[in-house]
């Protein structure tokens, strides 16, 4: 089964300071998904990357992919408030006989105003 | 609006007593899943569906049992609960299976408690 790793674990900064949030595994995967997820709610997609080394930009969010297609990173610059939440990636396990999702144990952020 | 609705929402039960969490999507999606959260384990897949009458175990099944009868309902059961399966469940769905890259759509959860 591959596991996904993500550092650190929770993460406090004041408004107006950079982060960035990793997601690591020994294994290669076929493409890796980032979701938000906000007290009582379900995760919500923020972004898929597919193509190693491939880079999006989310307004203040910016996700890589890397090279080997085995981790990825979630920058956010000048974090806000409104940024507050637990980061989740997630990749498909293709362990199994259909190949599902499996995520990482996620990141949880606060940013103080 | 396109959603992903579980009920109940909340529900505090006993040992061993049956109970069934709805999950029903209105995005005619072909892959439906359930998860469980728990700090420090994090999501974890119970079941899926790739479509009607078609499921299969994610890693975490015992104690689970799921149907597909209709493509929109994705019902998950817990025949005689234990306190080990106290815990925040969410369903989700997509147009297609995980390994298509289809975003997950999930639900708002559902908080167990089983004493």
């Known amino acids: 089964t591959q596991l996904l790793e993500q550092s650190p674990q929770f993460l406090s900064i004041q408004e107006g300071e950079n982060l960035t949030v990793y997601c690591n595994s020994s294994?290669?995967?076929?493409?890796l998904q980032w979701y938000r997820q906000e007290p009582g709610e379900g995760p919500v997609l923020l972004v898929t990357?597919?193509?190693?080394?491939e880079v999006k930009k989310l307004k203040r969010l910016t996700f890589q992919f890397g090279d080997a297609r085995k981790d990825s990173s979630l920058h956010i610059t000048a974090a806000q408030p409104g940024d507050t939440g637990l980061y989740l990636c997630a990749g498909v396990n293709y362990g199994g006989s259909q190949g599902n999702l499996i995520f990482g144990k996620g990141t949880k952020l606060s940013v103080k105003p | 609006e396109a959603q992903v609705t579980q009920n109940p929402r909340y529900l505090i039960t006993v040992t061993g007593k049956k109970l069934t969490v709805t999950c029903s999507q209105n995005m005619n999606h072909e892959y439906m899943s359930w998860y469980r959260q728990d700090p420090g384990l994090g999501l974890r897949q119970i079941y899926y569906?790739?479509?009607?009458?078609?499921?299969d175990k994610g890693d975490v099944p015992e104690g689970y049992k799921v149907s597909r009868k209709e493509k929109r309902n994705f019902p998950l059961i817990l025949e005689s609960p234990s306190p080990n399966q106290t815990s925040l469940y969410f369903c989700a769905s997509s147009l297609r299976p995980a390994y298509s890259n289809q975003p997950q759509h999930f639900g708002d959860g559902t908080r167990l408690s089983i004493l």
């Open positions: 569906s790739m479509n009607v009458e078609v499921t």
């Open positions: 294994s290669v995967f076929s493409s």
């Open positions: 990357v597919v193509t190693g080394g």
